[in-house]
């Protein structure tokens, strides 16, 4: 228990290190953006763009990899006509640092979100994470005005969702809390949670347990046979998708 409580970094974040002379091989037009964090660090992502953009996309993603393999999601929110920035937390890609804390963490997120707004109208960006990126993304969405949530596989909280993986971990060793739930009571936009009913890693009922924090307006949409990966490819979860984004007024 104690390596576990001094070494948690290692046991929450999945990270993959790129070379700054990474080349990225997507086929469409792209920027890579550096993001100055509060204390200097330089983070990275990149923002996909769109002919005659209706807004943004400000994607937080899952946990393993970088935006070398997560930055094909743009597909799916590019298709509806949004730009699409995709941000690589510390010590992800090829972003500066590691992450340490759980203020950090939320800083770097705000710090990225500060620099796209001046490019984008805070009404027409739409602030969306992934299972890790969740907590980050309901947090910002509560202490930010942007258009609309959205969160794919999120967990109630880290103390929820280690409890369901390792029952044996006591809550209070826990550094991050990753508190969606106290987070997505105070989003004043409306919120959009997608889960899959086959989630191996967070399970669903994670989903549900968020709705008494949610406003009544707001939605829980269940993907049958979508597991935790792979949701942004899932035909259903674009059809529904566009639904919520065509309602939006």
Do not use: C
């Not at 807004?55 to 393999?69: D, I, Q, R, T």
């Not at 959205?150 to 109630?156: F, G, V």
């Not at 829980?220 to 639904?243: A, F, S, T």
């Amino acid at each position: 228990m104690t390596v576990f409580s001094l070494q948690q970094e290692s046991f929450i974040f999945f990270p993959e290190k790129l070379p700054r002379n990474y080349t990225f091989d997507f086929d469409t037009t792209f920027e890579e953006v550096v993001v100055p964090a509060p204390d200097g660090i330089q983070l990275h992502g990149l923002l996909f763009k769109t002919a005659a953009p209706k807004g943004l996309v400000f994607y937080l993603h899952g946990n393993a990899g970088s935006v070398a393999s997560w930055g094909w999601a743009h597909t799916a929110y590019t298709r509806l006509g949004y730009d699409f920035f995709i941000l690589d937390y510390r010590g992800y890609g090829k972003s500066e640092g590691a992450i340490e804390n759980e203020k950090q963490f939320y800083g770097d997120v705000q710090a990225a979100y500060d620099k796209l707004k001046k490019r984008y109208s805070e009404d027409q960006i739409i602030v969306a994470g992934y299972s890790i990126g969740t907590a980050a993304a309901a947090k910002l969405a509560s202490e930010n005005n942007p258009k609309l949530l959205i969160l794919q596989a999120p967990y109630y909280s880290l103390a929820d969702l280690a409890k369901s993986l390792y029952p044996i971990v006591p809550a209070f060793l826990l550094k991050y809390k990753f508190e969606t739930h106290r987070f997505v009571e105070k989003v004043k936009a409306p919120v959009a949670i997608f889960h899959g009913a086959q989630d191996e890693i967070i399970y669903h009922g994670s989903a549900e347990k968020l709705k008494a924090h949610l406003k009544p307006s707001d939605e829980i949409i269940i993907l049958d046979g979508q597991g935790h990966n792979g949701m942004n490819e899932n035909p259903d979860y674009q059809r529904e998708l566009q639904r919520v984004v065509a309602e939006m007024k």
